[in-house]
């Protein structure tokens, strides 16, 4: 099995990536008293830097952009070490939703200004949820801008990163993206993005698989899922998945990692981190050994009823 430390090119890309890449959508949260990033935001910044995990994950909008100048202070104190690898995703405009070709070059210009990077080895349309997929493909749309950014060779490879699979199989359809990147549909209550992800993978589609934990439910914190509170039907099925890991002696929130981990089509799995110590609890999570005969054992549980409906 795969250690922390063991990296692999993510299909259709030159992006080396280990099996765990780091989130950072709650870095530089909360903001100062004049509305900087934190000090302790700081700190962290430069623990992923040291940490053994390739790729860092962040966004035009997450934090506000404090995550992305967080990070970009980083570069600037320490420089970005040999191995790792930033990427980020262009935004729609916070105030108007607008997101076509002008708004990913200006999102892709302040996100590069805040990094302090001139080009990015991967860039993904996020959350495309104010425009219809029919506005992204249209000319002067968001995917001419992306395709634009790599004509230019200012990034390396174009990504589509969403949550609803609907959404997701129509971008990944039209051969424009070169990755997806999935969230909270691919995890031991939800496995929706199943067929996705073997769809990417049969053609080359590196594909990255965010929120293993679905916001903390498999992690042990709160109720739930995806943002949504959990279901008495899903908090029943947990149950009877904690009672089967205990007889295995392996923690659930190991068991909700390994079962990303172990996907022959994900590339890397995305774990958000909001404090240095996370770093070392990935490790501890990723090492004990899952047997084999558990997972047969997990499906017989039968299909979790997850708290999403695409």
């Not at 623990?47 to 962040?58: E, H």
């Not at 966004?59 to 320490?78: K, M």
């Not at 990692?257 to 110590?277: D, N, Q």
Request: overall charge negative.
């Amino acid at each position: 099995m795969d250690g922390l430390t063991d990296a692999r090119i993510v299909p259709g890309t030159s992006l080396s990536a280990t099996p765990i890449s780091i989130g950072t959508s709650f870095l530089g949260n909360p903001p100062g008293p004049q509305g900087e990033p934190a000090a302790e935001a700081n700190a962290l910044a430069e623990a992923l830097f040291d940490g053994p995990f390739a790729v860092i994950d962040t966004s035009n909008a997450y934090a506000e952009g404090r995550s992305e100048t967080v990070l970009g202070g980083a570069v600037r104190r320490v420089g970005l070490p040999v191995g790792k690898a930033i990427v980020t995703k262009v935004d729609a405009d916070p105030e108007t939703g607008a997101l076509d070709r002008d708004r990913v070059l200006r999102s892709f210009e302040e996100s590069t200004a805040r990094l302090g990077l001139e080009r990015l080895p991967l860039l993904h349309l996020h959350d495309p949820y104010t425009i219809e997929v029919r506005d992204a493909f249209a000319p002067g749309g968001a995917v001419q801008g992306l395709h634009e950014l790599r004509d230019q060779g200012l990034v390396g490879a174009v990504g589509i990163a969403a949550g609803p699979v609907s959404l997701m199989r129509r971008y990944a359809e039209s051969g424009a993206f070169d990755v997806l990147l999935t969230h909270n549909r691919y995890t031991l209550v939800d496995r929706r993005a199943e067929e996705l992800i073997a769809y990417a993978a049969d053609r080359g589609i590196g594909v990255f698989n965010a929120a293993p934990f679905g916001g903390g439910i498999l992690a042990g914190s709160g109720e739930t899922y995806a943002y949504r509170q959990a279901g008495p039907g899903l908090l029943a099925w947990l149950a009877r998945a904690r009672e089967l890991c205990t007889r295995w002696g392996v923690p659930l929130p190991a068991a909700a990692l390994r079962y990303s981990l172990r996907h022959p089509g994900i590339a890397s799995t995305v774990v958000g981190v909001g404090r240095p110590e996370r770093l070392a609890q990935l490790a501890e999570l990723q090492a004990p050994a899952v047997p084999e005969p558990f997972w047969p054992e997990l499906a017989a549980l039968g299909t979790p009823p997850s708290t999403l409906e695409d």
